[in-house]
């Protein structure tokens, strides 16, 4: 081989590793286990670009080097491929989603295969396949199966709780439940037909049908979770977004808040996301309090974490979708509630959230403080929302921000309060000065004495109670779609009922088109004679995404397993993620979810550990470098005319983005710029020496910027192996950093310079000797293994690319072809350049296939110690002379060695010195 050809030797070692399933993992008792996953792909039509392999190449890097370091790795990939995009696209061609999934994931497969990734891809894995979701259904219905009982504190099945009631009514029981449960004896409970009892039942249940608030986007017909709606419109396709009352499936991960919470300290997770899901969980101490209605027989409750302060109540704020809103309107006040109502039913949760600035109507009603007796008037507010708590929040102006502008804009009271938090000096000093007045039982009590008074007295009289209080809601699980997973439950006298085991997987239905009916049911409504047994109504609403994405990685443990997710064998050896790689835009979205279920799995006993990952990393995004021409303004359509970068200052001119790809080091291929578009086919330029120079910026990725760079075209140009240690180099992993193209061509030089200590540059004639290495090649060799061992274990990635570059450079400075000196150097390089990595080391006499199986390199740190010094001999402060000593010679002998040197007796001129300093392994100074 003459030269460094990447396509075809990556071609050759790609087809290599596919034809002889190279990274197909099998169960090995004999070997440690090591389990790397990188976070579940959406296969979008649009492919990769090169900013979604980074994650992808940090992972397989960990992947080859655990290999090389003797584990038995599971690597798999799969595709999270059920969602709105695939469903969008049927709706505006009439194409089955599953047709384009599957196009796209063979462009991403493709893609991937191109890249180098060491893949077990005999266990890849897509949501939207029957064999795989027949157990997502199945986990579904064992959540319906379960509750959550508080003195075992983990998921029992439903029929123990039916033997608890049987036996000793609710009183008997302790469980998670819904808010609103009744008490009932065992008699009463006995004497309940089946559909009462289910109705009970279905308050406990893991899942269940309730109504809700949601996000509905009328536009693309379906609910959308918070993080699909942005700025009061639906990420995909900008359609306004409205808060609405509906029928949906429930998940009550509030069951498990307190594991959820807890377990967040045994995991290596980033410290940032674990914070993102403590505030998500939002665990509070504190109490229930129930206000009277003035007039009604009504009673509102609200939570509060300083029940101290409730004697500052000067208002009462519901939110605008509260059961109550509107009979707690009076008939003056009507026009203007029911204008704000629909007002806050067009703002999304993340945005009423958001909102800084305070609105709200009064309703004309009031509620009684308990204590206090005062009337304080109801108001709707859309900073309050009807999901979470009671829906209602006593206004207390002079203990919270919020409140106060909320009163100061309203005209409201701001009633003086004594902060009990405060020492006992600040106390009096507060009172002194009037700002902190308090009446009623708790006057001249701590905090902690108040609280426990007030509690006391509430429950008492049975107004209220101590209470833990959790931000986070129960999750809901139904989506209005055709392209999801069916909910394998049907309705029998309006009451749910899971279908036989036996008759999953329920697949999804053939229809007409992928809309809502015309009476406004889902698309699964469009089915004909869509009936279980044929006789009854299935639920037509499907799984959100996050269902078969909440257990996946189990079933790459055994993905061909008809009985089971995955083997009792499979799970025992594999365990859970060893190293998970994905973005912390997940924190509270597929994270928690997934922590949920696995949860709810290990009380079941079918996995060993409560968290599904040990260790998580969070990649940074690689942003775009988008490029500029600058038009003149005067310039014609028909004639348009741009001004190169460093002249455009001279004009009046309009800045356009520029497709990356007809640029190179900011220089525009004008013909190619001509041939883009038709409105520029007639464009003249300004030019700077024959050049148009293009401007640039770092932006975010993306199409309307023409910044995407496909990694296919990188690929074809410089090698995937070039691509791979580029976007490695760029910096740390989990930063944020540009793409920028005209770097590339410094870790291509490499990769040929690395390739040049092989073979002849013209003849491609093999360099290569079996000759003993000398001690500075050994010591290039041992400091280049133990820097990138110890990197690659910190996840610097980056740096171990500066490694080999030194090492590189030095071993051909000193002319090395050993074989043993670059075999390990092949070795250490191949997690990063694994194509070329192993056309060397077929190179280097191994001619039975692969280095996936070699020995990675021992450091010996023998080779890094330095028997000799060469020191800087100064005479009077100016360096005449480099003399090498042992490390261990004494400071006399270094001392006389140095006057006798024939150097510096020259530059003594016979003269005795003064001193002689030795400073050892620094400097050697004489001073005359």
Not at 92 to 108: D, L, R, S
Not at 823 to 847: C, D, F, R
Request: hydrophobic residues 35%; negative net charge.
């Amino acid at each position: 081989m003459t030269e460094y050809n990447h396509r075809e030797i990556e071609k050759k070692w790609q087809k290599f590793w596919e034809e002889n399933q190279t990274y197909k993992t099998q169960i090995d008792p004999s070997k440690p286990k090591y389990y790397v996953l990188d976070m579940f792909p959406y296969p979008s039509g649009a492919g990769l670009h090169v900013g979604h392999p980074l994650g992808y190449i940090a992972s397989d890097i960990i992947s080859r080097y655990k290999r090389l370091k003797g584990f038995n790795v599971l690597h798999p990939m799969g595709f999270d491929s059920f969602g709105l995009p695939a469903e969008q696209y049927a709706i505006q061609t009439g194409q089955h989603p599953a047709i384009t999934t599957e196009q796209n994931i063979n462009t991403f497969i493709s893609q991937l295969k191109n890249i180098g990734f060491s893949y077990d891809w005999s266990r890849e894995i897509r949501t939207s396949d029957p064999n795989y979701y027949k157990w997502t259904q199945w986990i579904f219905m064992q959540l319906f199966n379960h509750y959550y009982d508080r003195v075992a504190d983990k998921a029992l099945p439903i029929s123990h709780l039916v033997e608890q009631f049987a036996q000793g009514g609710s009183a008997a029981v302790n469980a998670v439940c819904d808010e609103d449960v009744t008490e009932f004896s065992a008699e009463e409970w006995n004497a309940m037909s089946e559909k009462e009892q289910q109705l009970v039942l279905l308050k406990y249940r893991f899942t269940f049908p309730e109504e809700s608030f949601v996000n509905w986007c009328p536009g693309l017909g379906t609910v959308l979770s918070n993080d699909e709606v942005k700025d009061g419109v639906s990420e995909r396709g900008g359609f306004p977004v409205e808060r609405k009352l509906m029928k949906q499936w429930a998940m009550r991960i509030t069951a498990y808040a307190d594991r959820l919470l807890n377990g967040l300290d045994t995991i290596d997770w980033p410290e940032p996301l674990k914070e993102q899901q403590r505030n998500w969980i939002g665990r509070s101490q504190g109490a229930s309090v129930k206000f009277a209605v003035d007039g009604q027989d009504k009673l509102i409750e609200v939570f509060t974490t300083r029940v101290d302060t409730i004697y500052g109540v000067s208002f009462m704020v519901l939110a605008p979708e509260h059961e109550w809103a509107t009979e707690l309107t009076t008939a003056d006040q009507k026009a203007d509630v029911e204008a704000y109502i629909k007002w806050a039913a067009s703002r999304s949760e993340v945005d009423r959230m958001a909102e800084k600035k305070v609105s709200g109507v009064f309703t004309g009603s009031y509620c009684i403080n308990p204590f206090s007796g005062e009337k304080v008037p109801i108001y709707l507010a859309d900073y309050v929302l009807a999901g979470y708590g009671t829906g209602a929040v006593m206004g207390v102006p002079s203990g919270d921000q919020r409140d106060w502008n909320f009163a100061t804009n309203f005209g409201l009271p701001i009633i003086p309060i004594l902060d009990t938090q405060k020492d006992t000096d600040q106390q009096a000093d507060n009172t002194k000065e009037g700002h902190y007045i308090n009446s009623g039982i708790i006057n001249g009590m701590t905090y902690q004495e108040a609280t426990d008074t007030l509690i006391k007295w509430l429950e008492e009289r049975k107004l209220g109670k101590g209470k833990v209080q959790y931000r986070l809601r129960n999750a809901v699980f139904s989506r209005q779609r055709y392209w999801g997973e069916p909910v394998p439950a049907y309705f029998k006298d309006g009451v749910p009922y899971l279908i036989d085991e036996a008759d999953l997987p329920l697949e999804l239905p053939k229809i007409d088109k992928y809309l809502p009916t015309e009476t406004g049911e889902p698309p699964l409504g469009r089915a004909e004679g869509w009936k279980y047994k044929g006789e009854y109504d299935y639920e037509l609403s499907t799984m959100p995404g996050w269902a078969g994405s909440s257990w996946y990685w189990y079933r790459y443990m055994d993905p061909q397993n008809n009985e089971a997710f995955a083997s009792k064998e499979a799970i025992d050896y594999w365990q859970r993620i060893d190293f998970y790689l994905g973005g912390s835009e997940h924190a509270t979205g597929h994270l928690l979810y997934s922590r949920f279920w696995n949860k709810f799995l290990k009380d079941l006993g079918v996995v060993p550990h409560e968290e599904f990952a040990a260790k998580l990393v969070n990649q940074g995004m690689i942003q775009g470098r988008s490029n500029f021409v600058y038009r003149l303004k005067s310039s014609d359509n028909a004639k348009p005319v741009f001004v190169s970068y460093g002249l455009k200052d001279q004009y009046e001119t309009t800045k356009l983005h520029v497709d990356v790809n007809m640029v190179e080091n900011d220089v525009l291929d004008t013909q190619a710029f001509k041939n883009w578009r038709e409105d520029f086919a007639n464009a003249e330029f300004i030019l700077e020496e024959g050049k148009y120079i293009c401007g640039w910026e770092v932006e975010k990725m993306s199409k309307s910027k023409y910044n995407v760079v496909n990694p296919d075209t990188i690929v074809d140009k410089y090698g995937a192996d070039t691509l791979r240690m580029y976007e490695m180099f760029l910096g740390p992993l989990t930063d944020a950093k540009p793409w920028n193209t005209n770097g590339i061509s410094g870790t291509s030089n490499f990769l040929r310079k690395f390739w040049r200590l092989f073979f002849e540059d013209q003849t491609g004639k093999s360099k290569l000797v079996d000759a003993e290495p000398t001690a500075d090649e050994l010591k290039v060799l041992h400091r280049t293994i133990k820097r990138v061992e110890e990197d690659i274990e910190r996840y610097s990635f980056n740096t171990v690319v500066s490694t080999f570059m030194i090492g590189v450079n030095e071993l051909s400075d000193l002319k090395c072809h050993k074989k043993a000196i670059l075999k390990e150097m092949v070795i250490l390089l191949s997690p990063y350049a694994p194509h070329i990595t192993e056309e060397l080391w077929t190179a280097l006499g191994n001619e039975a296939g692969t280095l996936t199986t070699a020995p990675f390199p021992v450091f010996e740190p023998k080779y890094l110690v330095e028997s000799s010094f060469e020191y800087p001999i100064q005479i009077n402060g100016k360096v005449r002379a480099n003399l090498a000593f042992p490390v261990d010679m004494s400071k006399e002998d270094i001392e006389q060695s140095v006057l006798a040197n024939e150097t510096v007796q020259k530059w003594l001129e016979g003269k005795a010195p003064k001193k002689v300093v030795v400073v050892p392994k620094r400097i050697v100074n004489v001073v005359l």
